[in-house]
C-alpha cells in the first residue's frame, strides 16, 4: 500500500487544489455523514470527493473475519458517497476501501463512525440510545458554583493503585469513576476517587484523552500511554471498558462515568487533541489524501506538533469535522467543557465558531473552553488564517481560556530548566509579574501572558506534562534528598505555591495528587513510563506531611470560593487590585477589593519566599484567614485578629481579611 508520506511534489499539487476557493464552492458540504442508523434501514455517507470509486465492507466481527456483503457507494454530490442497507444493522461492523484519482485502493475505517470495534480498525453501526445507563435522559451538570477548581485526571492513573479498594477488574477502568465508597485498602476509614474528590472540593474533573487513541493496544496486558494520539475522534477508547470488543460497552461505561461525576457534583472537561492525529496515514488522509493536513511549501506535512502531522484546521470540511465532533460529544456524552491541545495550531475562526455554537445551544459560557495557547514548532498554517495562541487572546471571546505559563514558571521555575527556580523555590521574581499574575494578566503589554479577562487565564503550577510541582521542587531545593524524603523546607515551598497560586485570578487548574506532593520519581515527560510510576498514590494521600498538605489545599479551595476577589473573572476584576508592595527582600504583598463578601470587605496576601519577619499593616483590624501551616484558620470559631503589624513566616503566606468597618 502506498504510505502518506510518500510523493510530496503531488501532495503540493494537491495542496493547491485544495486551498482553491473553487474547491471549497464545489465540494463542501453540510449533509449528514457516517452510518445513519434506524431500526429499518442504515445510511452510509462518506466524504472522498476526488475519490474514483467507494466499497462498503459489512462484518459481523469488529477486527477479524471476512466480510459478509461488500457493495459499491453511489455519488451523491458535493463530494459524497453513500449507500442505503435495509435491516436493522445495530452492533454489525463496517469499513470502506477508496480508490482516489490516482487508482490506489485503500482501506479505511470510517472517520465519521460514533462506534469502533477492537483497536479502532473497523468502524461499528450503533443505536446510541442502547448504549444510555439508566437515568441518562434525566443526567444533568451540577449548577455552577461561585468558583471554578479544575482537577486533571488521566483515567488509568486515578484507579491503578491496589491500595484504591477498587476492585481489581476495574482499576483503570471507566467504571472505577463510577464507584462511590471506596477507601483505602478498604479500611472504610481514608476515602479514596470519587469520595476524595468531594473531600477535597474541586468542581470539575479534567479527563485527559478518552477518545480511540493509537499508542496502547486494547485488552493486552498493562500497557500505558498518555493518549495523545487520536485514530476514531468520536469514539470512546476501549482501553478503559470492560470489554473492547463490542463496540457499545465503551460507549455506555463512559456515560456512566460522566452521570456518576455530575451525581457527586462535579462537571466533566474532556481534553481533545485536534491538531494532529496519531499518524498522517489515518482515516482522513485515506479517504482524502492531504485535505485534512497542512503541508510545507515542498509538499511535505506540517509539523508544529512535534508529532509529524498537523490537521488543517482552516479548511472548511476540516473545520466542520472538528466542530462537529466537539458538538457531538457536548450532546451525546454531556461533556461540560473543552481544554484543547496545542490550540495555537487551530485558528481563531474555528476556535471562535466552537464557542459561539455552544454558546448558542447551552447558554452563553455554560461550556467551559480552554487549551493550550503554544505550538511544539511553527506549523504551515495558511496565509490569512490567525493561531489561536497567547497574541490572539485579547481579540477571541472572553470565554474561550489559555493555561497560563507564565505564572507556573514564575512560581516555581522554567518549565525548560530543570534547576532554575521560581519565586517560592529560591529565585527571584519581580513584583510586576507577581502583581500581574494575581490580577490574571489581564490587559498586561508586552509580557509573556495576556488576556482580556481573568476568564481567560487558567492559573496553574503543574500538569500532566513535565515536572510535577513537588519534582520541580526537590530538583531546585535539595535534589539529594530523593523525592519520597519530604523535607520541612520543600513543604513550606509547596504550602506557598498552592497559596499564591489560590490568590491568582482566573480559573485553578491542578494536577491530580499535587495536593499530597505527587511524585514521578523526577521523570520529566511520563506518557508512556509504566502506570506504576503514573499512578495516584492513595497510601500517599493519606500519609503524614503529605496528608497534612493535601488538607491544606483543601482549605485553600474552601476559602477562596467565599472571596469575590478571587472568583471575580470580569474585565473589571483586576481593578480589585488596590495595591502592591514589597514588605521586604522576597516578599510580596497585594491588596484586593474583596467587596461583595459579608464579613471581610478588603483581602490583603502576604507571599514571603524568604525568612521570617515583621510586616505593617495596612488600616483596620484584619481576621487571619490563613498562614503557613494552617489554611482553615478562617472557620475557626474564636478568630485571630490583627491590627497594624503582622509576623511573616519563613517561606509561607498570610491571608487576611478587614472585617467591615
Excluded at 79 to 99: A, C, I, K, N, P
Excluded at 461 to 484: A, C, E, N, Y
Excluded at 525 to 554: K, M, V
Excluded at 633 to 661: F, K, M, N, V, Y
Amino acid at each position: 500500500m502506498q504510505t502518506a508520506t510518500q510523493n510530496p511534489a503531488a501532495a503540493s499539487a494537491r495542496r493547491r487544489m485544495y486551498d482553491s476557493k473553487a474547491f471549497e464552492a464545489q465540494y463542501h458540504t453540510d449533509q449528514p455523514l457516517g452510518a445513519l442508523w434506524t431500526p429499518q434501514a442504515t445510511r452510509f455517507a462518506l466524504w472522498a470527493p476526488t475519490a474514483r470509486r467507494v466499497e462498503l465492507s459489512l462484518y459481523e466481527d469488529g477486527c477479524s473475519g471476512a466480510p459478509q456483503l461488500t457493495t459499491e457507494l453511489a455519488r451523491a454530490g458535493r463530494g459524497v458517497w453513500q449507500v442505503l442497507l435495509e435491516g436493522d444493522l445495530d452492533g454489525r461492523y463496517y469499513d470502506f476501501s477508496v480508490t482516489d484519482s490516482e487508482g490506489v485502493t485503500r482501506r479505511t475505517a470510517d472517520p465519521w463512525a460514533r462506534a469502533c470495534g477492537r483497536d479502532g480498525a473497523r468502524s461499528m453501526v450503533v443505536d446510541l440510545r442502547r448504549t444510555d445507563p439508566e437515568g441518562w435522559q434525566q443526567d444533568a451538570p451540577p449548577a455552577h458554583g461561585t468558583e471554578d477548581i479544575i482537577y486533571e485526571v488521566h483515567v488509568k492513573d486515578f484507579s491503578h493503585d491496589p491500595h484504591s479498594g477498587v476492585p481489581e477488574a476495574l482499576r483503570g477502568k471507566y467504571l472505577a469513576l463510577t464507584l462511590n465508597g471506596t477507601t483505602l485498602d478498604g479500611d472504610g476509614i481514608h476515602p479514596t476517587c470519587i469520595d476524595y474528590l468531594r473531600q477535597l472540593g474541586v468542581t470539575h474533573v479534567q479527563l485527559m484523552p478518552v477518545y480511540d487513541f493509537g499508542s496502547v493496544p486494547e485488552g493486552q496486558g498493562d500497557n500505558y500511554n498518555w493518549g495523545y494520539d487520536p485514530v476514531n475522534y468520536n469514539v470512546p477508547d476501549g482501553w478503559y471498558a470492560t470489554d473492547p470488543d463490542n463496540g457499545a460497552v465503551r460507549i455506555r461505561e463512559l456515560k456512566a462515568a460522566v452521570q456518576a461525576l455530575h451525581r457527586n457534583g462535579f462537571r466533566v472537561v474532556m481534553d481533545v487533541v485536534y491538531n494532529h492525529t496519531y499518524k498522517l496515514d489515518s482515516w482522513l488522509w485515506r479517504t482524502e489524501p492531504w485535505y485534512f493536513y497542512r503541508q510545507n511549501p515542498d509538499g511535505t506535512p506540517a509539523d508544529g506538533s512535534g508529532c509529524g502531522n498537523d490537521l488543517a484546521s482552516e479548511r472548511s470540511m476540516c473545520a466542520r469535522y472538528i466542530l462537529e465532533s466537539v458538538l457531538y460529544w457536548a450532546e451525546e456524552y454531556h461533556m461540560d467543557g473543552f481544554r484543547f491541545d496545542l490550540m495555537a495550531l487551530l485558528d481563531t475562526g474555528l476556535m471562535s465558531r466552537i464557542r459561539a455554537e455552544l454558546d448558542r445551544r447551552y447558554g452563553k459560557g455554560e461550556k467551559i473552553l480552554y487549551g493550550e495557547p503554544w505550538s511544539a514548532h511553527t506549523s504551515a498554517m495558511r496565509r490569512g488564517a490567525i493561531p489561536s495562541g497567547k497574541r490572539a487572546l485579547p481579540t477571541l471571546d472572553e470565554n474561550i481560556g489559555a493555561f497560563c505559563d507564565a505564572t507556573r514558571d514564575l512560581v516555581k521555575g522554567h518549565i525548560l530548566h530543570a534547576e532554575r527556580p521560581g519565586f517560592v523555590n529560591g529565585g527571584s521574581a519581580r513584583l510586576s509579574a507577581l502583581a500581574s499574575a494575581i490580577t490574571g494578566w489581564a490587559g498586561v503589554q508586552g509580557g509573556r501572558f495576556a488576556s482580556r479577562a481573568p476568564s481567560q487565564t487558567i492559573s496553574y503550577l503543574s500538569s500532566h506534562d513535565d515536572w510535577t510541582l513537588w519534582d520541580k521542587l526537590v530538583i531546585t531545593m535539595d535534589p539529594q534528598r530523593g523525592f519520597d524524603q519530604p523535607t520541612p523546607a520543600i513543604l513550606r515551598a509547596n504550602r506557598l505555591a498552592a497559596a499564591f497560586c489560590f490568590g491568582c485570578q482566573g480559573h485553578w487548574f491542578l494536577l491530580a495528587g499535587e495536593e499530597f506532593g505527587r511524585t514521578k520519581q523526577g521523570l520529566q515527560d511520563s506518557f508512556n513510563a509504566p502506570a506504576d510510576l503514573n499512578r495516584l498514590d492513595w497510601t500517599r494521600a493519606w500519609t503524614g506531611p503529605w496528608r497534612q498538605l493535601a488538607e491544606y489545599y483543601q482549605g485553600l479551595m474552601a476559602l477562596r470560593k467565599q472571596l469575590p476577589a478571587l472568583c471575580d473573572k470580569s474585565e473589571a476584576a483586576p481593578r480589585r487590585l488596590l495595591g502592591a508592595w514589597r514588605p521586604g527582600r522576597q516578599c510580596a504583598a497585594f491588596l484586593l477589593d474583596n467587596k461583595g463578601h459579608s464579613h471581610w470587605d478588603q483581602l490583603l496576601l502576604i507571599y514571603n519566599a524568604g525568612r521570617a519577619r515583621p510586616a505593617p499593616l495596612p488600616a483596620g483590624q484584619w481576621q487571619l484567614l490563613a498562614d503557613a501551616d494552617s489554611s482553615t484558620l478562617w472557620a475557626e470559631a474564636q478568630p485571630t485578629l490583627l491590627q497594624d503589624q503582622a509576623e511573616l513566616p519563613e517561606s509561607g503566606a498570610l491571608i487576611l481579611g478587614r472585617l467591615h468597618p
